[in-house]
């Protein structure tokens, strides 16, 4: 009896992960579009609705006024509003971001090579958000109102309060001093070191790997102390649940009814929070790598806001929200996937 | 008990062999407003002979403390162990006793009235420079400067306390906006439903698409930042949560046979959301917003940070971080305080707003927040209900 039961079971699940998560997948693919529309188009409108003439910043005595006049021509400022937004979502679609007058370079390129620098720390910093986060909620759940799960607390609700970039000066501040341990000396600034292209293969590894942990700290540790939290929530609600009672009642260690059958079930709502954190995790990265001299998106924004490089802002900004949708999308397949109930709503 | 003089030259006095907690508490919050009227009494001298709107507010703030503190230790003393048994009351019994929710209440008042008296307190004026620059820059902690001057020879105490006034204002208000926005459009949203609802709700998930720092970059970069811009475009950017949050609650009680009671009494619209429906989604609002004060004061302080929020003659916490890291080795002070300022504001308001959680919704008591549901508080995610909504996350 149990055994074809158990194959049914198998069968409906294959089903389940071909069709109805494809199809899922499609719809949520689908319904992204019209977002990415809308952030297209709220960006133009933002752009068009600042005050200020956006040729301002090159009048000047001793240039013409026919030479701002074509200048004018040039940028597609002398046609209608409804024109240049035709060309403005054209060139959002085709990926033409423009020129960036502060660097003198076409905007695609500077992203281009900023993006894989962001999302280098923003992986990073959601792995050491959740892994220490599920961790430290499930050891307090287990130990509830013990002297350690209000100290855990109390430590949780202050990284919480910590701003980011206030953690981030105070690491600096920390490892600088000299009462650090100079063996455990670890590089502020930058992704690697000056002698980065002679070092051999393993040591750039190493190197690399030495540059991200102060960063990732800094922007990881205030999300951990809240998905520490949540975690702690979920778990202690989890363990009031029959099949937990059942599960001990059965006689297996307390460690294997935690960390198999309750861990299981506690970790379902944890993960939909990964959408949750990852826009926080990406504004924080904004911060952080102007404090750690990152590379990234967020201090190519900075920089260009410092510059008043539209376009560069603009499409920074862009490219920001795309990344959010795309992981949020992701987040909710991996949801989808873990948890089948979601599919058929 | 009957009045007695003692009551106005020592309130809490009476009460200390019943509460003693409260009553020394008062006692040492009386003192203090004393102290400072003695010994500012030249500052308040002068508020008389053409002081500005600060200096009056600040007067007027004393003389509103020393009648609260007065009026708090009476209600002590006469106070019955339970008056009335009504939802609110029994709410406010809960959150009394929630010890960690009272710190955070009191650290808060303590933060305002400093924040109010910032005129009085404040040792130095926060942009004189020292005479002698280098003779008063980056003086360590002393009795003359608490907590040692900065670059340009400037009290660091003063710019923490006037600092705080800026953030302090700029995170309620924006709270106030954003809530009142985030309702307004949430309840409308979810009672109207149809195309009014779809469309909000495509608004919300299009705004949440951004990294609210990011989004408040972009418009900061195009539009020049004064206070009264920064506020209103934290007020513009944080409606959102709030909004998914009461249209969610709007929706089942829109059902629910009172309001249909009102709308078959022929009540307008306008009329039964506020006055009916609104009334009923008050808790996890209010929840919402003290939460979000300490979120806005932070992302406040990222802004500053980055040179794009409170433009520079007006001190604030993010700029005097951000400035103090030039010099972070010789003068760790410049940085370490205004940072410790954040951290106790943010953290007052999340105790609180914690605490009224859990008197709010006893069900979720000493459990932390809820697992959330994702709709409420962000990301663009499926309909999914994974427990109560909390809200107020988002940042």
Not at chain 2, 131 to 151: E, Q
């Amino acid at each position: 009896m149990a055994a074809p039961r158990r194959q049914t079971r198998r069968l409906e699940r294959f089903e389940l992960r071909g069709g109805l998560l494809g199809r899922y997948a499609v719809r949520r693919l689908v319904g992204s579009v019209p977002l990415l529309w809308g952030i297209v188009t709220l960006l133009f409108i933002l752009l068009h609705a600042a005050p200020g003439d956006p040729m301002a910043a090159f009048f000047n005595p001793n240039v013409s006024p026919d030479v701002l006049e074509q200048m004018r021509r040039n940028f597609g400022l002398d046609q209608s509003l409804l024109e240049q937004y035709g060309r403005w979502l054209g060139n959002f679609v085709t990926g033409d971001f423009g020129f960036s007058y502060s660097r003198l370079r076409p905007v695609r390129e500077v992203l281009a090579e900023a993006l894989p620098n962001t999302l280098w720390l923003g992986a990073t910093s959601l792995v050491v958000t959740f892994v220490v986060g599920c961790t430290v909620g499930i050891v307090q759940a287990v130990r509830q109102y013990s002297r350690l799960d209000h100290g855990l607390t109390f430590a949780a609700l202050s990284l919480y309060s910590i701003p980011t970039f206030w953690l981030g000066v105070v690491l600096v501040l920390l490892v600088s001093s000299n009462a650090w341990p100079a063996w455990l000396d670890l590089p502020i600034s930058g992704m690697q070191s000056l002698d980065y292209a002679e070092l051999g293969a393993w040591d750039r590894i190493v190197d690399r790997i030495r540059h991200l942990i102060l960063p990732t700290i800094a922007l990881g540790l205030s999300s951990a102390a809240a998905v520490a939290r949540y975690m702690r929530g979920s778990m202690l609600e989890t363990i009031d649940e029959d099949y937990i009672r059942t599960a001990r009642a059965k006689g297996l260690s307390e460690r294997r009814v935690i960390l198999r059958h309750a861990l299981a079930n506690a970790l379902l709502p944890v993960i939909s929070l990964v959408g949750l954190f990852l826009p926080i995790l990406f504004g924080g990265a904004v911060v952080i790598e102007v404090i750690f001299s990152w590379p990234g998106m967020g201090r190519v924004m900075v920089d260009a806001i410092g510059a008043r490089d539209y376009p560069l802002v603009l499409a920074a900004s862009f490219l920001f929200a795309t990344l959010v949708i795309v992981a949020n999308l992701l987040a909710d397949l991996l949801y989808a996937w873990v948890d089948p109930r979601i599919r058929y709503s | 008990m009957t009045v007695s003089p003692l009551d106005f030259l020592l309130p809490g006095v009476r009460s200390l062999g019943r509460h003693p907690v409260q009553g020394l508490l008062t006692m040492v919050a009386w003192l203090t407003l004393w102290a400072l009227i003695v010994l500012r009494r030249g500052r308040i001298v002068e508020t008389f002979s053409g002081g500005a709107f600060d200096e009056w507010l600040a007067f007027g703030s004393i003389l509103v403390g020393l009648y609260i503190i007065v009026r708090l230790s009476r209600q002590m003393k006469t106070e019955s162990p339970r008056r009335s048994e009504s939802q609110r009351s029994l709410a406010w019994s809960r959150f009394r006793r929630h010890r960690p929710a009272m710190l955070g209440l009191g650290l808060v008042s303590v933060l305002a009235m400093a924040a109010l008296l910032t005129p009085y307190l404040a040792p130095y004026d926060p942009s004189i420079q020292g005479a002698d620059l280098v003779a008063t820059r980056f003086r360590p902690p002393s009795l003359a400067h608490p907590m040692g001057t900065d670059h340009f020879g400037r009290d660091v105490l003063s710019r923490v306390l006037y600092g705080g006034r800026t953030s302090l204002a700029i995170g309620t208000l924006a709270v106030l906006i954003a809530v009142t926005l985030g309702t307004l459009i949430g309840a409308v949203a979810g009672y109207r439903r149809g195309w009014v609802d779809t469309v909000s709700m495509r608004g919300v998930d299009l705004l949440l698409s951004f990294p609210r720092l990011v989004l408040l970059i972009t418009v900061v970069a195009l539009v020049d930042p004064s206070i009264a811009v920064i506020t209103l475009v934290l007020g513009l950017t944080g409606w959102m949560a709030t909004s998914r949050l009461v249209r969610g609650e709007v929706l089942s009680l829109r059902e629910r046979e009172f309001v249909q009671a009102a709308r078959a009494l022929g009540f307008s619209g306008p009329r039964i959301l506020l006055r009916h429906v609104i009334p009923n989604v008050a808790s996890p609002i209010i929840v919402a917003a003290t939460l979000g004060i300490g979120n806005t004061i932070l992302i406040e302080a990222s802004l500053s940070f980055l040179g794009l929020g409170v433009p520079a003659p007006a001190p604030s916490w993010g700029e005097m971080v951000a400035r103090g890291r030039d010099a972070m080795i010789e003068a760790p002070w410049i940085t370490l305080f205004p940072g410790l300022a954040i951290v106790l504001t943010v953290m007052s308001f999340n105790l609180i707003g914690d605490g009224l959680r859990d008197a709010l919704d006893p069900r979720s008591a000493g459990r932390g927040p809820a697992p959330t549901d994702r709709r409420a508080v962000g990301g663009a995610g499926a309909t999914r209900a994974v427990g109560a909504a909390s809200g107020a996350i988002g940042s």
